[in-house]
C-alpha cells in the first residue's frame, strides 16, 4: 500500500469527493467489502470507544464530549454531524500493539524443550475516525517500533522490529478525521500533531457542518485510498468545500482546551530537581491511567505461565506502566521507590528524554491523560508551572 | 591468537522475543553462590557476540534473566555465563545440571568498545562477580595484545574466599604484560595480601593517565568511589566507560523497563562513556 509518509506532508494533488451519509456508509460497506474489519468511534458504556462499525448508524451521531481534568461527559450537539466529539478513553494502539498477546508457548521434551510461536492471522483493520493527535501517535510508535526511521540515539543501528506491529500497520488502512471541535483538554496545536491530519492515511475527512444535512469533504491520501473514493457515491469537490473545510479545522484550532509550553522537553531536562515534582507527587495516585489511555506509551512486561503438569508453558505480554513500584525492580530493590520518580519518569520521557531516544516527541496533545486523570492531573499545567518558576528566576 | 577484527555481529534470532534452546555441557562451582554454566546452542545456528552484550536466559517453567556473557568471543567451544544465585529464576538455574536445556535470546546491548583504546595504556576496575561480565574483554585486549600499552587489572572482594576466577587471575598475574592487583575488603589475620577499597589500587597502579581507557565494571553505588579515583588519577571522563544495570524484560527497546534518562540500558547500553551520562548519574531515582 503506498502511503504518504507520516512527516511529508499530504500528497501534491490529493483527489477529493464530498460524501453525505449514504457516501459515508457506502465507504464503511466497500471497506467490509474489501475484507477490512471496520472499527470506529461508537458509544458504549457512556464513552465513546473504538469498537467494530458495521454502518454509518454505529456511529456516534449528535454526541458531544466535553472533557475536563478528570472529567468526562457526552452531551447532544448537531444531530447531523457524526464526529463533532474528539478522542474518547481507547486509542488505535490497542488494535496495532493490543494489550495482551501470547509470544510463544513451550512443551518440555526429555530434558530440554521445544518453543513455538502461535501463527496468528494478521487481522486487516480500516481505521474509521483517526484523529490528527493519533495519527502522529502513530507515528511515533512506527519509531519506538523499528517500523520508521528516527533521529533518536540509537538512529540508523536499529537490528530489531517488532513484527507483529509492523504486520498489524502495514495491514491497516486509515481513514483520518480532521478535528471540527476542539475538547477541553485538547492541546494538539501546541505541539504541532493536528487538529488536521498532515498524512499518514489513505482517506481523510473532515466533516461540513451546517449544511443541514451530513456532508463530508473526503481526500485520498494514498492511491489505495484514491480508489476506493473513487467507487463511492459523492460529487467532485469544489473550492469553496475545500474552504469550508479549512474553515472547519480553523474553527477547532482556535478553541484548544489547553497549551503545551514552547520547548518543554529541554525545560524539564534541566528541571530533574525542580520542588514541583514533589508537589504532583502529592496528588498523583500512581494508577497508571494515563498510561494506558496515552496513544504512544508503549512499555509492557511479560508473564510467563505454567499449567499444572508444568510441562506446558506460555509466554505473554501486556501492556505495563512506569507508575509501578514492580517496574524498575532489579534485585534488592526498585529504582523508582518514590511517586515522585515514577511521575518523573513519565512526564520527562513524554516529553523530554523522547527526544533523545527517537527524535520526536512522545506527546501528540490528545489530552488523554488530563481527561482520565482521576484527580485532574494536567500535564500542559505541570509543565507550565516549571516554565513560570524558571520565570521567576 | 589471530589479532584481526571480530566478525559483524550477526541478529540472533529473526524473531529477538523467542528464545533458542541451549544445552548445558558444563556446569563449575564458583564461590559462595554463583556458578558458571557452559552451553551449546541446539538449533545448529551458531551464536556470536561481542565482550560485554548480554543474552536473556530462560529457565523452562521458572522465568527470564538478563545475564552478561562471561567466556571467551573468539571460542566457539561454548556460549559461557557465569551466574550469581540471587532471585527465583537464578537459584532455578543452580539446579540444572549438563544435559538440561536452557532458553537463550541475544546478544543484546551495545559492547564495550575496544579500538578506541588502541595505543593506550587499559585499566580494568571490577570487584566481586564484576569480573564476569568484564572477562569477555580482558580476554580480547589480551587477544590483541600489540595493540595497547600496559593492561592492568584492579579487582577487589569482599573476603578472601570470593574472588572469582582466582585460577584464572593468578594466570594473569603470571603474564609479563599484564598488572593485576588484587584486595580484599577484610581478611582474617596474617593474610599477606592486599586489604582495602579497589580505589585505593587505582591510586598505586602503574599506567599513564593521559593515554589511558579505563573500564570499570562496578555496581551503580561503587562506581562513583572507581570514577572518583580515576579522576584524581588525571582520567578524563571521555576514556572511562562504565557500565550499569536496569530491569530487562525484552532486551530491544520494546518494553520500556530499562531506561535511564533519555537512554534504554538495553540498546544504548549496558556500556557507557561517562561523560556521555555523568549528568544523569547524581539524580535519585531516575
Not at chain 2, 578524563?236 to 566507560?241: L, M, N, Q
Request: charged share 20%.
Amino acid at each position: 500500500m503506498e502511503r504518504t509518509a507520516p512527516t511529508t506532508g499530504r500528497s501534491a494533488l490529493p483527489e477529493a469527493a464530498i460524501l453525505d451519509r449514504e457516501g459515508l456508509d457506502a465507504l464503511i460497506a466497500a471497506l467490509r467489502g474489501d475484507g477490512y474489519a471496520v472499527i470506529g468511534p461508537r458509544l458504549r458504556d457512556g464513552a465513546i470507544v473504538l469498537d467494530p462499525v458495521e454502518s454509518a448508524d454505529d456511529l456516534s451521531w449528535g454526541l458531544i464530549d466535553e472533557q475536563d481534568g478528570g472529567r468526562y461527559r457526552l452531551v447532544p450537539g448537531d444531530a447531523q454531524t457524526a464526529f463533532s466529539h474528539t478522542v474518547g478513553p481507547q486509542s488505535w494502539k490497542r488494535h496495532l500493539y493490543p494489550p495482551r498477546q501470547t509470544l510463544w508457548t513451550g512443551r518440555r521434551d526429555g530434558r530440554g524443550f521445544t518453543v513455538e510461536t502461535p501463527a496468528d492471522p494478521v487481522p486487516h483493520h480500516a481505521f474509521l475516525g483517526v484523529r490528527a493527535c493519533d495519527l502522529a501517535a502513530m507515528a511515533v510508535q512506527d519509531r519506538v517500533f523499528g517500523v520508521a526511521p528516527h533521529e533518536g540515539r540509537s538512529a540508523g543501528q536499529e537490528r530489531f522490529t517488532d513484527s507483529g506491529y509492523a504486520a498489524r500497520r502495514a495491514a491497516a488502512f486509515i481513514v483520518a478525521v480532521n478535528c471540527g471541535r476542539a475538547g477541553g483538554t485538547c492541546f494538539c496545536d501546541s505541539m504541532g500533531a493536528g487538529p488536521k491530519a498532515a498524512g499518514g492515511y489513505d482517506l481523510a475527512l473532515t466533516e461540513l457542518p451546517g449544511c443541514g444535512t451530513p456532508a463530508f469533504l473526503a481526500e485520498a491520501g494514498s492511491a489505495t485510498g484514491a480508489a476506493l473514493l473513487a467507487r463511492l457515491p459523492g460529487h467532485a469537490a469544489g473550492p469553496q468545500d475545500r474552504a469550508a473545510a479549512d474553515a472547519s479545522v480553523e474553527q477547532a484550532r482556535a478553541h484548544m482546551g489547553r497549551a503545551m509550553v514552547p520547548d518543554a522537553g529541554p525545560l524539564l531536562a534541566r528541571n530533574l530537581e525542580h520542588p514541583r515534582w514533589a508537589e504532583v507527587a502529592a496528588r498523583c495516585l500512581s494508577c497508571a491511567n494515563c498510561t494506558m489511555v496515552c496513544p504512544t506509551c508503549f512499555c509492557t512486561t511479560v508473564e510467563d505461565t505454567t499449567d499444572l503438569s508444568g510441562d506446558h508453558v506460555e509466554r505473554w505480554r501486556r501492556w505495563d506502566s512506569c507508575f509501578t513500584v514492580d517496574f524498575s525492580y532489579i534485585h534488592g530493590g526498585a529504582i523508582r521507590q518514590s511517586g515522585l520518580s515514577r511521575y518523573r519518569q513519565w512526564m520527562t520521557h513524554k516529553l523530554s528524554s523522547w527526544w533523545e531516544q527517537f527524535g520526536t516527541s512522545g506527546c501528540t496533545g490528545c489530552g488523554r491523560c488530563i481527561t482520565w486523570c482521576p484527580v485532574g492531573i494536567d500535564i500542559t499545567e505541570e509543565a507550565r508551572a516549571i516554565h513560570d518558576s524558571e520565570g521567576r528566576g | 591468537m589471530d589479532s584481526a577484527l571480530l566478525p559483524p555481529t550477526t541478529i540472533a534470532s529473526a524473531d529477538p522475543m523467542v528464545p533458542r534452546p541451549f544445552r548445558i555441557v558444563r556446569r563449575l562451582r564458583e564461590v559462595d553462590g554463583c556458578f558458571t554454566l557452559v552451553l551449546e546452542s541446539q538449533d545448529g545456528r551458531p551464536y556470536v557476540f561481542r565482550p560485554g552484550q548480554f543474552n536473556m536466559l530462560y529457565v523452562f517453567g521458572v522465568g527470564e534473566v538478563a545475564i552478561s556473557v562471561s567466556g571467551d568471543c573468539r571460542d566457539p567451544g561454548g556460549l559461557v555465563h557465569t551466574v550469581r544465585e540471587v532471585g527465583t529464576v537464578t537459584r532455578a538455574m543452580a539446579a540444572l545440571r549438563p544435559g538440561d536445556s536452557i532458553g537463550v535470546r541475544g546478544p543484546f546491548g551495545h559492547p564495550w568498545p575496544i579500538e578506541e583504546a588502541y595505543g593506550q595504556d587499559v585499566l580494568f576496575v571490577t570487584g566481586t562477580i564484576g569480573l564476569a561480565p568484564l572477562r569477555p574483554l580482558i580476554l580480547e585486549v589480551l587477544n590483541r595484545r600489540e595493540h595497547f600499552g600496559k593492561v592492568v587489572l584492579c579487582y577487589g572482594s569482599r573476603g578472601t574466599h570470593d574472588i572469582l576466577y582466582e585460577g584464572q587471575l593468578h594466570q594473569w598475574r603470571g603474564r609479563f604484560d599484564m598488572q593485576v592487583h588484587v584486595t580484599v575488603h577484610s581478611a582474617p589475620a596474617g593474610y599477606r595480601g592486599r586489604v582495602g577499597s579497589v580505589a585505593n589500587l587505582v591510586k598505586i597502579a602503574r599506567f599513564d593517565p593521559e593515554q589511558t581507557t579505563a573500564y570499570v565494571c562496578r555496581s551503580e553505588t561503587m562506581t562513583r568511589p572507581a570514577v572518583q579515583a580515576l579522576y584524581e588519577r588525571g582520567v578524563t571522563a571521555d576514556r572511562i566507560y562504565v557500565t550499569l544495570e536496569r530491569n530487562m524484560k525484552c532486551g530491544v527497546g520494546f518494553c520500556g523497563h530499562c531506561q535511564m534518562g533519555g537512554s534504554f540500558m538495553c540498546k544504548d547500553g549496558p556500556v557507557y562513556r561517562y561523560d556521555t551520562i555523568e549528568h544523569v548519574f547524581s539524580v535519585r531515582e531516575l
